[in-house]
């Protein structure tokens, strides 16, 4: 299977702390994308990084993509209650199609 | 604009049946996905339509087919559905330019197949 895998699979952090959650992928990509989900709800772009980049920010989010691993990582600093969600990761192949994690289930303790 | 809307919300079938699920969007794009969703896996591409008039098989085509008749709909039929078939179907879209691949996605529909 093409699919990326994310890790962990389930985070629970306290209010204000930093969360990471990373992917690895298998194939050479020519992006990779991070979107949320909230509860049984539709997904919601976040963030999308290009393949000759090494870091990008938006607001609290900050992906790092390091293609000699084949890996990114997503961090949200300064958690809140309302970043509970599940954050997938989904890379775009070399036909353009995205191919998509598993998923990481954040929770965030008040 | 209404983004990527679809219809029905929920709907529970037995094993046999048919239904059609439709995925409209009003934002103009050319591209436009189905995607299943399965616990503890992620999306998996089901079909797809680079334009109005055109589909291709994903990565899970089998008992599933779709018609893209209009740009902004986008159908995707089960003709006999099976309980293996019990998922959360998503529809997204997004635009033809490579710069903004961003795909946008509907609030999906689950089905459940008895």
């Known amino acids: 299977s093409q699919q990326g895998e994310e890790d962990p699979q389930a985070l629970s952090i306290q209010e204000g702390e930093n969360a990471t959650m990373n992917c690895s992928y298998k194939?050479?990509?020519?992006?990779l994308q991070w979107y949320r989900q909230n509860s049984g709800r539709g997904l919601v772009h976040l963030i999308l990084?290009?393949?000759n980049e090494r870091e990008k920010h938006r607001g609290r989010l900050r992906v790092t993509l390091d293609t000699s691993k084949k890996s990114s990582s997503l961090l949200i600093t300064a958690s809140r209650a309302a970043d509970t969600a599940s954050y997938f990761c989904?890379?775009?192949?070399?036909?353009?199609?995205?191919?998509w994690g598993a998923g990481t289930k954040l929770i965030i303790k008040p | 604009n209404a983004g990527v809307t679809q219809t029905p919300k929920f709907r529970v079938l037995k094993t046999g049946q048919s239904m059609t699920l439709l995925c409209a969007q009003d934002?103009?794009?050319?591209?436009m996905y189905w995607y299943r969703q399965d616990p503890g896996m992620g999306l998996r591409l089901i079909h797809y339509?680079?334009?109005?008039?055109?589909?291709a098989k994903g990565e899970v085509p089998d008992g599933y087919n779709v018609s893209r008749l209009k740009k902004q709909n986008f159908l995707l039929g089960l003709e006999s559905a099976a309980p293996s078939q019990t998922s959360v179907y998503f529809c997204?879209?997004?635009?033809?330019?490579?710069?903004?691949?961003?795909?946008?996605f509907g609030p999906g529909t689950r089905l459940l197949v008895l």
């Open positions: 339509s680079v334009g109005e008039g055109t589909t």
């Open positions: 194939t050479s990509i020519n992006n």
């Open positions: 989904a890379f775009m192949d070399s036909n353009y199609q995205l191919i």
């Open positions: 997204a879209s997004r635009d033809l330019d490579r710069s903004e691949e961003t795909q946008y």
């Open positions: 990084i290009r393949s």
């Open positions: 934002m103009n794009h050319e591209y």
